[in-house]
């Protein structure tokens, strides 16, 4: 699928890179491994640097000047994340340290509120192994199965295959967008079908909310997790939004200092939620950072995110089909990759692409990415994964094309 010359253009002009310190002080590298961690611009960093400047304090445990401005600071951010992903109620934003503790929490504890003998949590294959590993635990502890939804040959969900969810599940966790196949999941769809049995549905959003317009109240779903750092802001700090109801149903998570309203020698009474979920010292820093990363994608929206990372998918993805010694693993649909693209060099194992690339600053990702099961099912045991984010142009694309023409010829001649 060929991009128009004005398309091109918009992807030749870079105006976000040089707001991205890492990126403006080191012009020869082309980061192209967003899905796993993105960069961070000025106005993130700054904020991060500001709250220890000017208010640092322990929140929530003060009752003196710093320590209020600080709670705040991170009420705000809270109210300002809800409004990023169409929530109504900030208290139902809890904070983690990022997408795994934030599924780690959802598996836990719905899996107590919910799963009996004999019930059924429905997720796909192609989760990452942080929304996969704790549904295994929950069920092995609960007596509950795992069942997985499967995917067609151009790696959709086959409708055939949504009639899995039925009396017996409980609980039907998905991915909307595979942090490998890049390809996105009709989770509207899901979230209804896991309605229609009574089942919750959690999302995934770890490689959706950095790069795509979500929206939970579109959604449907009744839980949505995402990490902090794929989407601008500093490492560890992370999001599980969820319905009010069902947080205010479940038991805690982690407990300790901060989430409980009064504690006896034998037992303890909780505290209303976010605080519930949220035991100990919170990053405050973290948390006013993450504000400021939505404040930027926010100023250029979310939108013009998608559209710039969409003409970006397809000549990545056009850039290593008309490669001849390249597989893409995925669509070879431009379009329906949403920041990855996976793919293989014939015959080269996919350590030995990145570290030939890296030689030229390209920066990729190669292995399982998380998602062995995926992988097994594709036939494959480690793939080559350029990912992409705004603050990449064309000249990326270019660098990696011409890194891989070289990764060929050493083992080619
Ligand atoms: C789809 C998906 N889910 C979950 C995670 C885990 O995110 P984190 O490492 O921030 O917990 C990732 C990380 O790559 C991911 O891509």
Known sequence: MA???????????????????????????????????????????????????????????????LSVEATAA?????????????????AEVIFTRNTSESLNLAARSLGKLLLNEGDEVVISIMEHHSNLIPWQQICAERGATLTYLYLDDEYRIPASELDKIGPRTKIV???????????????????????????????????????????????????????????????????????????????PFLTGGEMIDSVSEQGAVWAPIPAK??????????????????SYLEGIGMAAVEERERLLAIALTDALASLPFIDIVGPVDGAR???????????????????????????????????EPLLKRLSESSTCRASIALYNDLSDIDRLVNGLESVWKVFNG
Not at 347 to 369: K, N, Q, T
């Open 277 to 294: 979920f949220e035991a100990g010292t919170q990053d405050g820093a973290g948390i006013v950072a993450l504000g400021a990363a939505v």
């Open 337 to 371: 990759h949403v920041g990855a693209v996976s793919f293989n060099v014939r015959g080269v194992h996919p350590h030995d692409v990145s570290s030939i690339l890296d030689m030229s600053e390209v920066c990729i990702r190669a292995g399982h990415h998380c998602a």
């Open 74 to 90: 991170i009420d705000a951010a809270r109210a300002h994340i809800a409004r990023f992903i169409g929530a109504s109620d900030p």
């Open 173 to 251: 966790s998905v991915t909307q967008v595979s942090n490998v196949l890049g390809v996105e999941n009709d989770v509207a769809g899901i979230a209804a079908r896991a309605h229609a049995v009574g089942a919750v549905c959690v999302v995934d959003g770890a490689q959706s909310v950095p790069h795509i317009p979500v929206d939970v109240a579109e959604l449907g779903c009744d839980f949505l997790a995402f990490s902090g750092h794929k989407m601008l802001a500093p490492m560890g700090i992370g999001v599980l939004w969820g319905k009010r109801a069902l947080l205010e149903a479940m038991p």
């Open 3 to 65: 991009l128009s010359p004005s398309e091109l253009d918009a992807i030749r002009e870079n105006p976000y890179r040089a707001g991205f310190p890492l990126l403006a002080a080191n012009p020869g590298i082309a980061y192209l491994d967003s899905a796993a961690t993105s960069q961070r611009p000025k106005s993130v960093l700054d904020a991060e640097m500001r709250f220890y400047e000017t208010m640092n304090a322990n929140a929530l445990r003060g009752l003196y000047r």
